[in-house]
Each structure stands twice: as C-alpha cells, then as structure tokens.
C-alpha cells in the first residue's frame, strides 16, 4: 500500500529556505507516511530546481503566483491526503504521528504557529496567530495546511490568487478546520527587517481590507 500524503510546497528562489523545510520531512518518509514532494515553482533563477533534482521530488513550474502554484501542486499530486508548507516551514519532531491521528480524525487541520526567532514580540505575534486560528479558524499559510484529497476537490482548492488565498480556503472550510497541537516554526525574516509590531500591523490590515472586499493584487502590491 503506498504512502497516503502528498507535501505540496510553493516555491520562488527558495534555495536558501528548503534545506531548513527537508530535514523534518524526512521523519515522514521514514515513517511511511509521505508519497511524494510536489514543488510548485513560479519562476526560480537560482538553484531550487537543481535541489527538487536532487532530492527526487516532483518539479512544476508555471506563473508566480501563489495560490496559482498551489493549486497546480494539488492537480499533480496522488495522495489521499495533501498537506501544504512554505519553503521556510520546519516541522517540529514527531510531527507525523500528530498528522496521521489527525488524519485519523479525518478532519482538516492547521499546525499551530511559532517563529524561528525568540523573544516577546515573537512569542506576542505566534500568539495572535494561534487565537486568531483557534477563533475564527482562520490560519495563514505559514501555518501549513492538512486535507483530505476528497474534501479539497469538494471545497474547489485554492484559488489562483497572489495573496490570501490561504484565507480563501480556510473560509470554504469554515468551522471543519482544526488546530493541531504541534507548533510549525516558521522564518522571521520578514518581521525582523520590517519591526514586529509593524509588520503584524500591517498584516492585520490587508486581512481585514481582503474581508472587506479588497482585490488581492491590490492587497499583494502592499504586501
């Protein structure tokens, strides 16, 4: 019987991020769990693609946009169950025996947020995060995103938007959507540069502008 979870990853010049992403999936491998790696490029210039050589995943290249890139990974891949991570995701030890009773459940589920970087203002925005996905069951896509194959098809997948596609699809999901308890930690870099306060200010803002009916290239243009 062949592994039931396909890992479905965006990418774009993600040659500094993937070898922070690979280490913790191949807990998955090991445990039988992953199927394949679906790399969805949106137009790389550096060595990401010599990387999804070398590691064997699946290679698909198309136009940048994310929601766009993954859905064409959703349509490449063969599992029962799809789980999408940003580049810079690294997945906390143990994670696939949380994923497979989650899968179990048969239920569609986010990880818990965390940072690569410590500190208050960290601690305060993951916070935020987590509150807001436990809410409103609306995470972001740093947060990851775990669904059975069937149920994906059923809510339409993503769409192909540049930004807040991932809250797009929480919406579809609604109150079917859970929060697992395994923090998935996610690059800082973001925030470092820009302030933390700042950046979750500004993060914030886009999310109520898009819920208020904002046009998402507008809102990635601000972003």
């Known amino acids: ?3 039931r979870l396909s ?4 990418v774009l010049d993600a040659e500094g991020a993937l070898p922070r992403l690979l280490p913790g999936l191949m807990e ?4 039988g769990l992953i199927r394949e790696l679906v790399l969805s490029d949106g137009g790389s210039r ?14 698909l290249t198309g136009p940048a946009s994310r929601g766009g890139q993954l859905r064409r990974g959703a349509e490449a891949a063969g599992g029962a169950w799809l789980l999408f991570l940003h580049a810079d995701s690294q997945l906390p030890r143990g994670w ?5 009773a989650q899968m179990a459940e048969g239920r569609p589920a986010a990880f818990r947020l965390g940072f690569d970087a410590g500190g208050v203002p960290a601690r305060l925005v993951a916070g935020w995060a987590n509150l807001r996905s436990r809410i409103f069951r609306l995470p972001y896509g740093d947060q990851g995103l775990l669904i059975p194959r069937a149920l994906y098809d059923a809510v339409g997948g993503y769409d192909d938007m540049p930004l807040m596609e991932d809250v797009a699809m929480a919406r579809k999901l609604g109150r079917r959507l859970d ?5 998935l930690r996610t690059g800082a870099g973001r925030y470092l540069r820009e302030g933390w306060m ?4 500004r993060n914030l803002w886009l999310l109520l502008r898009y819920l208020g009916g904002a046009d998402p290239e507008a809102l990635r243009r601000r972003y």
Do not use: F
């Open 1 to 3: 019987m062949r592994a």
């Open 46 to 59: 550096d060595k990401t693609a010599e990387i999804a050589e070398e590691i064997g995943a699946v290679w």
């Open 198 to 201: 700042r950046r979750g200010a």
């Open 179 to 183: 929060l697992m308890p395994v923090i």
């Open 28 to 31: 998955g491998v090991e445990a």
């Open 7 to 10: 890992v479905i990853v965006p």
């Open 96 to 100: 696939s025996e949380t994923v497979l």
